[in-house]
């Protein structure tokens, strides 16, 4: 499996902006399409992005379209989410994820091989 390691978390106002990082490791990065998830204290945790194998195709959840962007630097084996116009409702911890298949990250979560351990985004009102 590759391996995967999120940063760039961290505590910010409503209406402010992070950039979350996942370095991958381990096995041939474009081999891998990319996604990025997260989860509040107490609720499951939901889909926010994925990216295709060479970046070429995104997908967005309907609550982040228009402020969060993904995506990859396969020179670099890395993934980003850039989020903008941050509010509470987006705190959690967000997880990165690989898969061969895309459509396994955007559609069956659960099947998901190789997780990262997550960076915590806190939003304060």
């Known amino acids: 499996q590759v391996q995967l390691v999120e940063s760039g978390g961290g505590l910010v106002q409503a209406g402010g902006s992070l950039r979350l990082s996942c370095a991958a490791s381990g096995r041939t990065f474009s081999d891998y399409a990319m996604g990025w998830f997260r989860q509040a204290p107490g609720k499951e945790r939901q889909f926010v992005a994925a990216?295709?194998?060479?970046?070429?195709?995104?997908w967005y959840a309907d609550s982040v379209k228009g402020r969060f962007t993904i995506s990859r630097d396969n020179d670099k084996n890395m993934v980003y989410l850039q989020m903008n116009n941050l509010q509470p409702e987006d705190t959690g911890r967000y997880y990165c994820?690989?898969?061969?298949?895309?459509?396994?990250?955007?559609?069956?979560?659960?099947?998901?091989?190789?997780w990262g351990l997550g960076t915590q985004v806190t939003v304060s009102s």
């Open positions: 994820a690989a898969d061969s298949v895309s459509a396994t990250i955007r559609d069956r979560p659960m099947a998901i091989k190789s």
């Open positions: 990216v295709n194998r060479f970046g070429t195709h995104t």
